[in-house]
Structures are given as C-alpha cells and as structure tokens.
C-alpha cells in the first residue's frame, strides 16, 4: 500500500521489503520522498568496525583441527528468526558457543601475544644499557650473547607464536563461518523484523518510550513492584537504536511515534558517554520526520488506514492556524456488529488489545461460568468448566481442556517442524502469501502422529459434539508460535466467503468451510497477545491448557463475520496455540440444522 502526501510513495505494508541493515550512510534522507523509499540502516559506528576488525585480526589461534567441523542443522530456504520467538531460542544457545570458543581463542591468544611481547620487552631492556652505537653494543659480550640468542632461540618462539596465533585465528574464523552458514543465523530481515516489533508494541500497548528505551516494556499503570522486575531488561537502547526504530516508524506510517523516537535519540546522543550516533545524523532524519508529520496531517488528517499522527502539527506556525484551533482530537466511536472500515478496526483492535472494555452491559450481563456434565458419563466425574465470553457469536473458553504436561508435550511435536506462516490472499484466494499481518512460525500435526493427538481428538468431539477426524472431519492441528511483538491481524477463520464455489479446489468443496475453531492455549503469555473479536467486542487471555471455541457459520452455513479476530502482539513471554478447525460437510448428522436460515449454534 502507499502513502500519498509525500512527494514520493511511502510503502507502508511491507517496509521489510525496502529496510536493510547494509552499513551504508543515508544521506539521501535529506528529501522527504527519499526518506521513505530509502533503506533504513543500522550503521555502527567506525571505532565498533576498527574493534570488530580487531578482533578478527586477533582471532589467530585454534586450529581447524582443535576447533572441528561445524554442523549444519539447516535444509533448504531460510526462514526468519524473529517470527517465532522459539527460534529466537536457538539463537541464544548459538551465541554461547560462539562466545565460548572466542574466549578460549582470546585466552590462547593471549598467551601467545605475551611471548611476543617479552621478546620486544627484552630488546628494548637492551637499549637501556646507555650504548647506542651497534660497535658499543656488539662490544659487550653478554649483549652480544644475548642479541644472537634473541635472534636464535627466541625468535622461533616468536615465529611459532605468530603461526599459531594465524592458525588459530583462521581456524576460528573458519569454524564460525562455517556455523553461521550451517545454523539459521540472523540476518537483515530479522534485525528489521526486530526493530518493527519494537515500534508495534510501543504503539499498540502505548508504552512510555524512554521507559522502553531503558529496557522496561509494562505500562506503567500496570507496573508493580513484583512484577516490576520480571518486565526489566538489564540492557539499555542505544541512541543508534532509538534513531533506527525512528526510522522504522517513520516507514510504517507512524509519523508521531518516529518524531518521539527521533527526539529522544537526540537527547540519548547529548548524554551518552561515548555516543553510538552523531547528532549531525540524528538531525535531518528528526527534521524529515517533522515535516513529513505536518505534510501528511494536513493534506491527510491525523488517522488512516497506514498512517497516524497526532492531531496537531509540530510546526507552531501551522499548529495556530485556525483549523487547529477547534478542539481537534480523534474520539473513537465504538462500532459493534457492523461492517468497520480497516481503519475502524484497526483501532478497535487496539484498544480490545489493552484490555479496554468496550462492549455495553446488556451484552456481558447474562454471560455465565458453568460447569457441563451433561453430554456424556465422562463428564459426570470430570465435568467441563465452561466460560461464556460472548452468546452472538457465541464464544466460550473451555478451562483444563487439556493438562499442562499435554499442552508441553504438543510444543514438543510442533517444535521441529516450525515455518513462517502463511494466510491466504484475500482477494484472489490464492494460497501461501508469507505476510507481515500473522508474525508466528507454525507446523502441522496430524492426529495418527501420536496417541495424544488422538486423544485430543477425540476430546474435541466430548466438548463439541462434533467429528473432529482429520482430513475429512477436521483439519490437522496447527500449532502457532508468535515471534517478536507477534500478532496476528482481524481476520475470519472460514474461508469460503466467495460465492462462486467454483473457485475454490475440489477438496476444499467436498470438506466444506470451517464450521467451528477450538483454539487450545498451549502457554500463559506474561502480557499482551489476547485474542480479540473486533466486531464483537471480545477479549480472550491466554490461559495454558484452555481452548477458546466459536462458531464460525451459522445453521446453514453461513460465514458468521462478526467472528472477526485477530492475535495481539506479544508484549512479554513466548505464546503458543494450537487451532483445530472443524469443517461443515461432516457435521450433518450431528451439528442441528435450524428452522431459519439464520439460526446460529449454541454449544457447548
Ligand atoms: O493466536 C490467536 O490468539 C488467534 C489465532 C488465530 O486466529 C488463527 O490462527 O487463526
Ligand atoms: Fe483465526
């Protein structure tokens, strides 16, 4: 999508596509149209480079052969890292060893440097002697004696020392080069991926940005002294840092938050002791993004779909003009079961996200915990402890649906077999877009791959009363892993909203649409990534072992699209679901039909 109001097109949508940690300098973001297509960099400073060329240089010690061959856990194309915060696991592990196998090199190395060192130390011990002329020097038997064995004896201490300190070096080199290639290392995409998570959970859960900055990620409101330090990071953003994520909001449209970010770059870069970033090159990206803020404010207005501002300029001349004067601020109007405009929904999203409660009482006042024995003997001894979150559509979480070691166990099996996922393209149906709306990595597992996907199965029909068999019945279990400030945008789960059936494949006729989803909690999320209903008002918190169930069709089966929802992103802690979703044409003995078309499920 682009951005008009700047003198060139913004792309806002897929920013990855353009931002790229390249080490280059950007002067072109002296032209605000520049601003937004060019890359934006994370460049170190010089004096980081010299340190990072140092340490290769130092690197000289191990030997291939002490060091060994790296493995290679990699097959095929590579995935990002910052989709799923457990590949972000891996990374933590893969650093370690890598700093392990520096220290010992460093060590070595050191060791080996101090032969060399004695070596200087003890000719220039010589040249204290007071004899400068080389006849003085040479006069003197003992220097005599001891400048030939320096030039013997020790110097092939220092020559071995020199090789070895090469050797070792190469090899660690080699050795690391070859892990980076053999493991899933970070690269570009990731750190851009990183940076935006940042800036999307500023925004989203409207956190204080110094605050984040010195490595705090609660709202303040929610801040308390227990939970205080479990939200702490013990590192801090750089001024560099801030001017990158600046530049990251600046490119998604986030026009106020990139100026906040920028601003305080510019103090951080003031204060710093040895600053990460000039300010001559916090400045002109400052100065763009005002400009840019005031220019599409004014010919835009402060909200849309890929941008915001705030509600007045920046610039003090025009935030006086009298079409500011008015009282300009943006009130939001709570739009329950109506079609909402991206932009309404956007900000609906948001706001259920936080946890605001935006449904009136009429809609939660009958709304009941119960617990349900009824439909089977099972349930007489062990009955289900339903929690009605909503009767239309209606939506319900199932508390204990599964045992906490079954929920690890089901992470186990997914684990392995983590993608980046992939949704569908809207308009044209077409499969597999990889998108920046659903930030997690999935897998898929189908109920034969072990007993207790069976027996889950076999649960799903105890809860729901429907058949739950993959392929024919139900889908196979996917299992969701968020990444980095991952979410997942409002969106329906049924599938076959086109009313040329024609279009879709013969299998997916035959199955039928997604009749109903029962999302099982496979983890607690610290905080944020609830599941919201957009239309609906409702907000879902994670809760290990629970599984969310609504009906996405009504009776005839009808997409029921006020069944909108999306995954917040995750603030802190790692979120993992699992969604079992249940396809109509099975259903027909045991999902009742209704005597109006429009009749909807209630169940369980
Ligand atoms: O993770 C969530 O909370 C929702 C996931 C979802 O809606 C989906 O996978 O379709
Ligand atoms: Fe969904």
């Excluded at 973001?29 to 960099?41: D, F, L």
């Excluded at 097959?75 to 650093?95: A, P, W």
């Amino acid at each position: 999508m682009t951005l008009k109001g700047f003198s060139g097109a913004v792309s806002v949508n897929n920013p990855r596509d353009k931002l790229v940690f390249d080490g280059i300098n950007s002067n072109k973001e002296r032209s605000m149209g520049a601003e937004a297509s060019q890359k934006v960099i994370f460049r170190r400073k010089p004096s980081v480079s010299v340190s990072v060329l140092l340490i290769s240089l130092v690197l000289l010690q191990i030997t291939a052969a002490t060091v060994g061959e790296p493995k290679s856990d990699l097959q095929g194309k590579r995935e990002d890292l910052f989709s799923s915060t457990s590949k972000l696991e891996d990374l933590v592990e893969h650093e370690l060893q890598i700093v392990e196998l520096l220290e010992t090199f460093v060590d070595y190395t050191v060791n080996r440097a101090n032969i060399v060192k004695s070596y200087i130390k003890s000719q220039k011990q010589f040249l204290l002697s007071g004899r400068s002329h080389p006849r003085e020097i040479v006069g003197h038997p003992v220097d005599a004696y001891l400048l030939v064995r320096r030039l013997t004896a020790d110097w092939e201490d220092v020559q071995l020392s020199l090789q070895a300190i090469s050797n070792y070096s190469t090899g660690v080199s080699n050795w690391i080069e070859g892990f980076r290639k053999g493991t899933n290392f970070p690269q570009a995409d990731d750190l851009n991926g990183a940076a935006q998570a940042l800036v999307r959970l500023q925004d989203t859960y409207q956190l204080d940005m110094p605050s984040l900055a010195q490595g705090n990620v609660m709202p303040s409101q929610q801040l308390s002294a227990e939970n205080e330090q479990a939200f702490k990071s013990t590192s801090q953003l750089s001024a560099r840092d801030m001017l990158f994520m600046g530049r990251h909001a600046l490119s998604q449209g986030l026009y106020h938050r990139a100026i906040d970010w920028l601003q305080h770059a510019e103090i951080l870069a003031n204060n710093e002791h040895n600053s990460s970033v000039v300010l001559s090159e916090i400045s002109p990206s400052l100065q763009n993004a005002i400009e840019a803020h005031d220019d599409v404010l004014e010919r835009q207005g402060p909200r849309g779909v890929s941008w915001k501002t705030n509600p007045i300029p920046i610039n003090p001349e025009l935030a006086n003009s009298a079409k500011y004067s008015l009282n300009t601020s943006t009130t939001f109007h709570v739009k329950l079961y109506q079609r909402q405009t991206e932009e309404e929904e956007a900000e609906h999203f948001l706001r259920l996200c936080r946890g605001e409660n935006i449904r009136p009482p009429v809609l939660t006042a009958a709304l009941k915990c119960r617990l349900k024995r009824d439909s089977s003997p099972y349930l007489l001894i062990s009955p289900l402890k339903i929690e009605e979150q909503s009767h239309d559509p209606y939506v319900v979480i199932v508390h204990d649906f599964i045992t906490n070691s079954q929920a690890d166990e089901i992470i186990k099996l997914g684990k392995p077999k983590l993608f980046r996922s992939r949704h569908r393209h809207h308009q044209d149906e077409v499969m597999d877009v990889v998108s920046h709306k659903r930030v997690s990595q999935n897998a898929w597992i189908k109920d034969w791959e072990h007993p207790l996907m069976n027996k889950i199965t076999r649960r799903v029909h105890l809860v729901t009363g429907l058949k739950a068999i993959q392929p024919k019945e139900a889908e196979d279990y996917q299992i969701a892993n968020y990444g980095l400030g991952g979410l997942y945008v409002p969106h329906t789960d049924h599938l076959m909203n086109n009313p040329d059936k024609s279009i879709y494949s013969p299998w997916e006729r035959f199955v039928g649409d997604r009749i109903a989803t029962l999302m099982i909690y496979l983890s607690d999320v610290d905080a944020g990534g609830a599941t919201v209903f957009t239309r609906a008002g409702i907000t879902l918190w994670p809760e290990k072992g629970a599984a969310a169930f609504w009906w996405n069709l009504d009776k005839s089966g009808i997409g029921d699209d006020n069944t909108r929802h999306g995954a917040c992103p995750v603030l802190h802690g790692n979120k993992w679901v699992s969604n079992k979703w249940i396809r109509f044409n099975e259903q027909f003995r045991t999902a009742s039909c209704g005597r109006h078309p429009l009749d909807k499920h209630k169940r369980p």
